[in-house]
């Protein structure tokens, strides 16, 4: 085996270790969404929040979602200016500019490498039958791709990236 192929299994090795890692952590995530109970009302309040911040101080939070491959759903990785919050006719829908840094087709994606994409999400309860009938409060992209399930983590954010959003 020669140096060439050696490096380059290495890096699709190491992508198959992040794109785990970030599996798990997504699962991880809507473990505790789920028993936590948390509202789409609520949800709504921590987008509004992160609006505002992004608004002031140019915010961006890290986020995972998931995108359909097929029969297979992988989790990404990547980070979310949130624009404004619209709550009409009983729907919350989000504005947002997504920076996406993990993919498993492309591996890690440097900010700025790519251009960031304009999306729209809805935030709404889900009710879960075989859960005994409980809800779960989801986040999904409305504005077609292929993407949903987003995870916005509020603990984890970026103020150097607003030059990326535009």
């Given at each position: 085996?020669?140096?060439?192929?050696?490096?380059s299994d290495?890096?699709r090795?190491?992508?198959?270790?992040?794109?785990?890692?970030?599996?798990?952590?997504?699962?991880?995530?809507?473990?505790r969404?789920?028993?936590?109970k948390?509202?789409?009302t609520?949800?709504?309040e921590?987008y509004r929040?992160?609006a505002?911040k992004?608004?002031s101080?140019g915010?961006?939070?890290?986020?995972?979602?998931l995108r359909?491959?097929?029969?297979?759903?992988?989790?990404c990785?990547g980070?979310?200016f949130?624009?404004?919050v619209l709550?009409?006719g009983?729907s919350?829908?989000?504005?947002a500019?997504l920076?996406?840094?993990?993919?498993?087709?492309?591996?890690?994606?440097?900010?700025?490498s790519q251009?960031?994409e304009?999306?729209t999400?809805?935030?709404?309860?889900?009710?879960?039958?075989d859960r005994?009938?409980s809800?779960?409060?989801?986040v999904d992209?409305?504005d077609?791709?292929r993407d949903?399930?987003?995870?916005?983590?509020?603990?984890?954010v970026?103020?150097?990236l607003?030059?990326?959003?535009?």
């Open positions: 085996m020669d140096d060439t192929t050696l490096i290495y890096r090795w190491l992508s198959f270790q992040h794109q785990a890692r970030l599996d798990r952590e997504h699962q991880a995530a809507s473990q969404l789920e028993t936590s948390v509202s789409a609520r949800m709504t921590a929040s992160m505002e992004g608004a101080e915010a961006s939070y890290r986020t995972l979602f359909d491959h097929g029969d297979t759903a992988l989790a990785e980070w979310l949130v624009r404004r709550a009409e009983g919350t829908r989000v504005r500019t920076l996406t840094t993990f993919t498993l087709p492309s591996g890690r994606i440097e900010p700025g251009p960031a304009k999306l999400l809805e935030i709404f309860d889900q009710l879960n039958i005994g009938m809800s779960v409060v989801r992209r409305t077609g791709g949903t399930r987003f995870i916005t983590l509020l603990d984890t970026r103020g150097d607003r030059r990326h959003m535009v």
